[in-house]
């Protein structure tokens, strides 16, 4: 029982690529004719595991509550907290269409868990006390996923004034959150265990521009305008950079870290297919089929991975260790 309930949040990672993948197979079987049941068996998968993940950390704090105190006081893993009511949003997105009274409560729920969560995290990282090697793409997730993805759910169901109002809280959220995260990069070492937290640096642009598109029109709105293009453009260069740099990242064997990976690359993915359906052709047609089986091969191979970690008993991580940490809970 101590073993199941040992799961760190970081798990809800999963949720969101799994959704992520389903999202592209719901637009894509539109407009290109695929089979739509894949769509929908990706979706029923990711809900499970939604409502699997949740029941075992709401257990987790009611019986072993000093270890998920000890997860909120990390320095790195604190920020994977704020997952829970990120992939409570996406979970919205996946029983939406069927089932749209829960979806709605669900989007709900997680849009305002995952706004506390972001200032609580928030108000603790303004009174100072962290290290530099503390400053992981990780960071992000509180304020930048998190709001983000409320933009997209709230477009998503016919809320678009509320969707601009995330948008705005993750875009410069982001923005800020940006330098800093360059900064350590570029003067600090990355030890190998936490090189993985990089594949989240693809997230923000991608994962922004879902949101800018779905509260201007969702799928079926006008050509994709500056904006987009321009974070559609910022996600393809991180995309590239986190290719030529996977050799350094990868470089301890496969946990359920790399997952960080899942979220950005079916989200750009999304986005290409949302441009398709949304009158760009062309060239961009052929990038978003090649960025559609990208995702489908990362997801593929992350959950191949995943449960041959988990026959082995090896599935679950170690905090990462931080030098000179101060942080605390206050």
Same mark, same amino acid.
């Given at each position: 029982m101590?073993? %199941?309930?040992s ?5 809800f ?6 959704v992520?993948?389903?999202d592209?197979?719901?637009?894509? @079987?539109? %407009?290109?004719?695929?089979?739509w ?6 979706? =029923?998968?990711?809900?499970?595991? *939604?409502?699997?993940?949740?029941? %075992?950390?709401i ?5 072993? !509550? ?5 997860e909120?006081?990390?320095?790195v ?6 997952? #829970? +009511? ?5 979970? #919205? ?6 089932? !749209?009274t ?6 709900e729920?997680?849009a305002?868990?995952?706004l506390?969560?972001?200032?609580y995290?928030?108000? $603790? ?11 992981t793409?990780?960071?992000? %997730?509180?304020?930048? #996923?998190?709001?983000?993805? @409320?933009?997209?759910? @709230?477009g998503?169901?016919?809320y678009?004034?509320i969707g ?5 809280i +993750? &875009?410069?959220? *982001?923005?800020?959150?940006e @330098?800093? $995260? ?15 937290? =990089?594949g989240?640096?693809?997230?923000p642009?991608?994962v ?8 201007t029109? +969702? ?9 987009a ?14 290719f !030529? ?16 990976f899942s &979220? ?9 297919? $949302? ?8 060239g961009?047609?052929l ?12 997801i593929? #191979? ?13 599935l679950l ?11 605390t809970?206050?």
């Open positions: 101590k073993i %199941l309930l799961i760190p949040a970081s798990f990672g999963m949720v969101l690529g799994l992520g993948l389903g592209c197979w719901r637009v894509a @079987s539109k %407009l290109w004719a695929l089979p049941w894949i769509a929908e068996l990706i979706m =029923i998968c990711a809900f499970i595991l *939604w409502m699997i993940l949740l029941a %075992l950390y257990l987790k704090w009611v019986w072993f !509550r000093k270890d998920a105190i000890a909120v006081r990390h320095p893993q604190s920020c994977f907290v704020g997952l #829970a +009511g990120v992939a409570t949003l996406l979970a #919205a997105v996946a029983i939406g269409p069927h089932i !749209r829960l979806g709605l409560v669900l989007y729920l997680g305002v868990t995952q506390l969560y972001g200032i995290f928030v108000g $603790i990282t303004w009174q100072g006390g962290r290290h530099i090697s503390t400053a793409p990780a960071l992000y %997730l509180p304020t930048v #996923a998190g709001n983000f993805v @409320s933009s997209f759910v @709230s998503y169901f016919g678009p004034e601009i109002a995330f948008l705005g +993750g &875009f410069f959220s *982001w923005i800020a959150i @330098s800093i $995260i360059s900064h350590r990069l570029m003067h600090d070492e990355v030890i190998e265990a936490l090189r993985p937290t =990089i989240i640096m693809l997230a642009p991608v922004g521009c879902i949101g800018y598109l779905f509260v029109g +969702g799928v079926t709105g006008e050509k994709p305008g500056l904006i293009l321009c974070l559609f453009g910022y996600g393809l260069f991180q995309f590239l950079l986190q !030529r740099l996977m050799r350094w990242i990868s470089q301890q064997s496969f946990n359920a870290s790399y997952w960080a &979220f950005g690359i079916t989200a750009i993915a999304f986005d290409a297919i $949302i441009f398709v359906s949304r009158g760009l052709n062309g961009m047609e990038l978003a089929k090649t960025l559609f089986a990208w995702a489908n091969l990362i593929l #191979a992350l959950v191949v991975g995943t449960l041959w970690r988990l026959c082995e008993g090896k991580p170690q905090l990462p260790k931080v030098i000179g940490e101060k942080t809970v206050r």
